[in-house]
């Protein structure tokens, strides 16, 4: 059975940093892309970033919002998803979750991020 632990979110001022983790328990496959997602309560769910699966290649996609800030990557031996967030802003405050077959697949139960002004 497929599950997704997210760890690392926090609070931290405007131009602050934080990686995000996500530990992956099962087996996943090449179809399977890793992604991170963000929704703030009363909002949609945004894309923010994804990449091919464990072992696998492909491209590497970035929303506009997050792009030259933020950096997804993989451990592959150790199944872990990460997310490096730099110059961070108040905007990116939201509820921050990793997926891995995008809107139909498995999702985990999300971290917290915190950005203040």
């Known amino acids: 059975q497929m599950q997704l632990v997210e760890n690392g979110g926090g609070s931290v001022q405007t131009g602050g940093s934080l990686k995000l983790s996500c530990a992956v328990t099962?087996?996943?496959?090449?179809?399977?892309?890793l992604g991170w997602y963000r929704q703030a309560p009363g909002k949609e769910r945004e894309f923010v970033a994804a990449?091919?699966?464990?072992?696998?290649?492909?491209?590497?996609v970035y929303a506009d919002s997050v792009r030259d800030r933020f950096t997804i990557s993989r451990a592959h031996a150790e199944n872990i998803l990460y997310l490096q967030m730099t110059h961070l802003k108040p905007a990116d405050t939201d509820i921050y979750y990793c997926?891995?077959?995008?809107?139909?697949?498995?999702w985990g139960r999300g971290t917290q991020v915190t950005v203040s002004s």
């Open positions: 997926s891995i077959g995008g809107e139909s697949g498995y």
């Open positions: 990449l091919p699966g464990f072992w696998c290649s492909g491209a590497t």
């Open positions: 099962g087996r996943t496959t090449c179809t399977d892309r």
